[in-house]
């Protein structure tokens, strides 16, 4: 198949998952085509059966803003017609499922049909599609998307209870890919970040407030006050300022390091004891997926597509939103107990291979080929 994909090219979730999808595809012999305003930040070398499209903004003074979104289906167009794409899979609802469906229509004046899946992955939903301002818009490109998918069932429930959603929503969970997330031999770097051998607890998201870092580092200062441990901070966002400079006023510089935006993140996660993420939202939580791969325990909170995930007692544990006395308190039990702590860093890596590539590769395979015949022979009566 020839697969066009549509995404954020960025560090979060959607844009880290619709990389991966597209390289898996590939692998497989499948011709994918990546179109977005820059190169997705894990499509970092060359890789065969990928192409890059990349989607000029035009810079003009009528413009106070960039009309991407015209600048986007223009794009599309242009690729579906002249690389003769089977499917769009567009990543994110706004505003690339309405973007897709002004695609459509374009491709239909020229006889071309192109069929779309929409993915839904979480704050599209749950926090800009509630927004009065793109309600309708999000629930007409849903509704107008040949299928639709999201990666949880809990995402799954609040799409349907927020929009009057007539289409079927198939969970298509995330994953993660074996061959590079694992636990690695990474006892040099451990060692200069702990030198004395403690504990390394980290935390990995994109610095916004709804992960609300803060209460990842509030906990750390009460393991801390039990345990010799040290905070490894990964990302980068509108908040780390913010939380620099509260670990400055809590006097926990040394003990925690921010290390920003990783492309080889697993080699981080690889000489972690614990991850911690105390996010007040969450459609599936990524990151601690990637982090339980590499034989980590996951200290979480109880929302969203986390329960999905993280197993309560078995895996790590979850808590309300907030609860940073009981994260800390779970953390230090846990970090205290090196039999319980071997245990669930085994049950998390043995869960986390239900989350393999190949697995979700191929249901995102079969949705294709039904979605492409189902198009393909409403297409053919209409003719």
Avoid at 248 to 265: H, S
């Amino acid at each position: 198949m020839k697969i066009g994909i549509v995404c954020y090219p960025t560090f979060g979730g959607s844009g880290v998952i619709a990389t991966e999808l597209g390289k898996g595809l590939a692998s497989l012999g499948h011709q994918v085509h990546f179109i977005t305003y820059k190169r997705p930040a894990r499509l970092n070398a060359f890789y065969e059966n990928i192409t890059y499209h990349e989607v000029n903004t035009l810079q003009y003074p009528l413009f106070e803003y960039t009309p991407y979104e015209s600048e986007l289906a223009s794009k599309l167009v242009d690729v579906v017609t002249y690389e003769k794409l089977d499917i769009l899979h567009v990543h994110y609802a706004i505003p690339h499922a309405a973007v897709a469906y002004m695609t459509k229509q374009i491709l239909k004046t020229k006889g071309i049909y192109i069929p779309v899946v929409t993915t839904l992955h979480g704050t599209d939903i749950t926090l800009v599609g509630t927004n009065k301002a793109f309600a309708s818009v999000v629930e007409f490109s849903i509704n107008n998307s040949d299928a639709v998918t999201t990666v949880s069932k809990s995402l799954r429930k609040d799409t349907l209870d927020t929009f009057d959603i007539k289409q079927d929503i198939e969970v298509i969970y995330n994953f993660i890919d074996p061959d590079r997330f694992k636990r690695l031999n990474k006892d040099h770097f451990r060692k200069a970040i702990a030198p004395n051998g403690e504990k390394i607890i980290i935390h990995t998201s994109n610095f916004r407030k709804v992960k609300r870092v803060d209460d990842a580092i509030k906990a750390f200062a009460k393991i801390r006050a039990k345990l010799d441990c040290k905070l490894i901070l990964i990302g980068d966002g509108p908040e780390r300022q913010v939380m620099e400079e509260f670990c400055r006023q809590i006097g926990l510089c040394d003990e925690i390091r921010f290390l920003g935006k990783q492309d080889a993140v697993e080699e981080i996660l690889a000489i972690g004891d614990l991850f911690i993420l105390p996010s007040e939202n969450e459609s599936f939580g990524l990151a601690a997926l990637e982090a339980m791969a590499c034989e980590l325990p996951v200290i979480s909170t109880n929302i969203g597509g986390l329960p999905e995930v993280n197993t309560e007692g078995e895996t790590g544990y979850l808590l309300d939103v907030g609860d940073v006395d009981g994260m800390a308190n779970k953390a230090i039990s846990l970090l205290s107990d090196p039999a319980l702590l071997a245990q669930m860093k085994k049950n998390a890596y043995k869960r986390s291979q239900e989350f393999k590539l190949d697995k979700i590769l191929e249901k995102y395979v079969s949705l294709y080929e039904q979605v492409i015949q189902k198009a393909s022979s409403e297409n053919m009566v209409s003719v």
